[in-house]
């Protein structure tokens, strides 16, 4: 009888100790979808390799013209980037070799792609560097020193 008992007890005390752990716990997001915490302007241009004569690029080398898009918590430019053009950039680890098919030295031994955000080169890779809501996001392609304004 007193086993009896005491397994009934250790059986209820199981039971609240398992109701507190599921009920003072938050369920994770089942949803998959993330919170919206602003919005960046964001632009992929290559104007500079358009100048120097590379072919099959828009006129006035607008891969993606400049606009307003979506900033979610805890993305990284890079994700941003890859987001917005999916299959299109050529990254090797964080590093952005290439985008919509112009890649580095394409146009010359020191031609590539640098980012920009509010007008500054981030001392950062693009995967750690996290915009804040209102940010200007650039992608610019370089041909030469000194062939962007910043």
């Not at 005390?13 to 997001?29: G, K, N, S, V």
């Not at 390799?49 to 080398?61: I, Q, R, S, T």
């Not at 950039?89 to 020191?110: F, M, P, T, W």
Request: proline fraction near 6%; hydrophobic fraction near 40%.
């Amino acid at each position: 009888m007193y086993a009896k008992n005491l397994r009934r007890i250790l059986c209820i005390i199981a039971a609240a100790i398992f109701i507190l752990l599921t009920a003072c716990t938050a369920p994770p997001d089942s949803s998959g979808e993330k919170t919206q915490i602003g919005t960046v302007t964001f632009e992929v241009n290559a104007k500079n390799a358009v100048a120097w004569g590379k072919d099959n690029l828009p006129e006035g080398g607008a891969l993606y013209p400049a606009q307003s898009v979506p900033l979610y918590e805890g993305e990284s430019v890079m994700a941003i980037l890859l987001r917005i053009l999916p299959d299109q950039v050529d990254k090797q680890g964080s590093y952005v070799a290439g985008i919509c098919s112009l890649r580095e030295r394409d146009c010359g031994a020191a031609s590539g792609w640098y980012y920009y955000v509010n007008g500054e080169a981030p001392q950062m890779s693009t995967a750690k560097w996290q915009p804040q809501d209102g940010d200007v996001i650039r992608f610019l392609y370089t041909v030469k020193g000194g062939d962007i304004p910043y």
